[in-house]
């Protein structure tokens, strides 16, 4: 402990400085930042399950154009 103590100015003044300007994280702002990005991802991205669902809907549409195009060759 003795060996600090000259230090202990700076020692002090560094870690008020990484207080100050927001170096260390805590738990909340990390939560916070992950909600956001969350939210964000939400947005911008589809889930798996909506691609499943459109591609079984790509696949209904597909089949009723083919079965149109067979109709009009039929005639």
Known sequence: MNDFLPYA??????VGF?????????????EKKHRE???ESYKKFASIN????MKAEFKE???KIDQIYE???QR
């Open 18 to 30: 990484c207080i100050q300007f927001g170096m260390f994280v805590r738990p909340v702002e990390l």
């Open 50 to 53: 909506m691609v499943e669902d």
């Open 9 to 14: 100015g700076v020692i002090i003044a560094v």
């Open 37 to 39: 990005i969350m939210e």
């Open 71 to 73: 109709m009009l060759l």
């Open 61 to 63: 549409i597909k089949s």
